[in-house]
Structure formats: structure tokens, C-alpha cells
């Protein structure tokens, strides 16, 4: 079966600019997860969404936002880009806590 | 929040040679997954071990779940495994992985 997928797969944007991006996940799977990963901070969780609703976030500034869609596909939008949001997104999704399955990542490049 | 740190952070070893990958987290656990990243940076699902033994092919996997750390075993290494080797773990109810910082690994032929 189809993996997680991930569009765009790089993207180069300037500040202050905004961004989505976007994560088809396994059929099946109502679980869809965003991490963003940095040199410096390592893999961090952004947010997880499930059945359309946002279950749990992680520790990022309001400019990060997301959604999920009635077919478990998943958007993430950042907004008022910074040079520091510069990164690689990676989505994941699962069905209940075992089995993770990541996408090849959106690798952001802002200017 | 809980706390994982892998070690080492950094291994070179010839091909050939076995490895063993540590992580250490800083409270219980209900998940424990490992992870190696390629080099064009997807995430790849090793193991899903929040406590006991496994093994596929050439790697295997143990976690003490209570002393607070797993193993990854890497046997008979080749160039292919060279990549980043993450341990996530979840605590509690939050459906969230935590990651450690990785081990970077490095077969040379």
C-alpha cells in the first residue's frame, strides 16, 4: 500500500512570507503527525490531529497552525516566515500509538 | 517533560563490525520506537519495543523498561546502515513521540 506522502518536497521562501504544506497518510490511518526538525533543536513535535480535531501540541508559537480533513489528509501552514523556521517537516501517520510511518519530509528553505 | 539521550552520538566502524546503540529515557514509557534516518531524510520504523526483546535479520532490539533504557544491536554492519539512528519514546497520554538526539553511524567499506 501507498506510503505517507508529502508535498512539496523542498520549497524556498523569503520572510514574512507564508507557507502549507501538505501529508496524505496511509489509507486507514486517522492519525497524522507533524515534527519539525532542526541542526540545533534535533526533532521536535509540532502537533497531532486526529479525526479532523487537534489532540495534542507541541511547544511552537502561533504562527504554526494546522488541519485535517475529513479523509485524514493533513495541512500545516506557518505564517510571518522566519529565517529560524528554516527546517525539514516530517509527518507521520499511525494507527494507535505503535507503528509510526513517516513521509520523506518537506525540507523548507526560508530567505 | 521526559528526558532521552542516545549514546554515543557519534560511531565509525568498519564494515563488518557489530554496534550497539544506546538510550536512556528519564521516566516510564507506554512507546518506545527506533528509527534510522537516510540520507535523504525519511524516517524509517525499525522497531516498535516499549519493553522486552526483538530481532529482524541483522538487527535486534531489547528495552529494560524498568531501569529506564533500550538497545539497538547492529550485527555484521554494511555501508548501507550508515545514517542516523533515533530512539522516540511516549509517556503518558499525550500521542506525541520525543526524540533523542540521535547516533550518527558511519560503516566505511
Known amino acids: 500500500k501507498a506510503g505517507v506522502t508529502q508535498t512539496p518536497r523542498y520549497l524556498i521562501k523569503t520572510r514574512g512570507q507564508q507557507v502549507t504544506l501538505s501529508c496524505s497518510p496511509i489509507s486507514g490511518h486517522r492519525s497524522v503527525s507533524w515534527y519539525q526538525q532542526t541542526p540545533g533543536q534535533g526533532l521536535q513535535f509540532l502537533f497531532e490531529y486526529f479525526s479532523e480535531t487537534q489532540r495534542n501540541k507541541g511547544n511552537f508559537p502561533g504562527r504554526f497552525s494546522g488541519r485535517q480533513f475529513s479523509n485524514s489528509r493533513s495541512e500545516m501552514n506557518v505564517s510571518t516566515l522566519e529565517l529560524g523556521d528554516s527546517a525539514l517537516y516530517l509527518c507521520?501517520?499511525?494507527?494507535?500509538?505503535?507503528?509510526?510511518?513517516f513521509g520523506s519530509g518537506t525540507r523548507l528553505t526560508v530567505v | 517533560g521526559i528526558q532521552v539521550e542516545q549514546s554515543p552520538p557519534d560511531l565509525i566502524l568498519q564494515e563488518g563490525a557489530n554496534s550497539t546503540l544506546r538510550c536512556n529515557f528519564s521516566?516510564?514509557?507506554?512507546?518506545l520506537q527506533w528509527f534510522h534516518q537516510n540520507p535523504w531524510g525519511q524516517l524509517i520504523n525499525l522497531f516498535y519495543i516499549p519493553s522486552g526483546t526483538k530481532q529482524n535479520g541483522r538487527l535486534s532490539a531489547t528495552t529494560v523498561a524498568t531501569e529506564r533504557y533500550s538497545l539497538l544491536y547492529i550485527s555484521s554492519s554494511q555501508t548501507t546502515d550508515s545514517g542516523v539512528y533515533f530512539c522516540?519514546?511516549?509517556?503518558?497520554?499525550?500521542?506525541?513521540?520525543?526524540f533523542g538526539q540521535g547516533t550518527r553511524l558511519t560503516i566505511n567499506p
Open positions: 507521520a501517520s499511525s494507527q494507535g500509538i505503535r507503528g509510526y510511518t
Open positions: 521516566d516510564s514509557v507506554n512507546n
Open positions: 522516540a519514546v511516549m509517556s503518558g497520554g499525550a500521542q506525541k513521540l520525543v
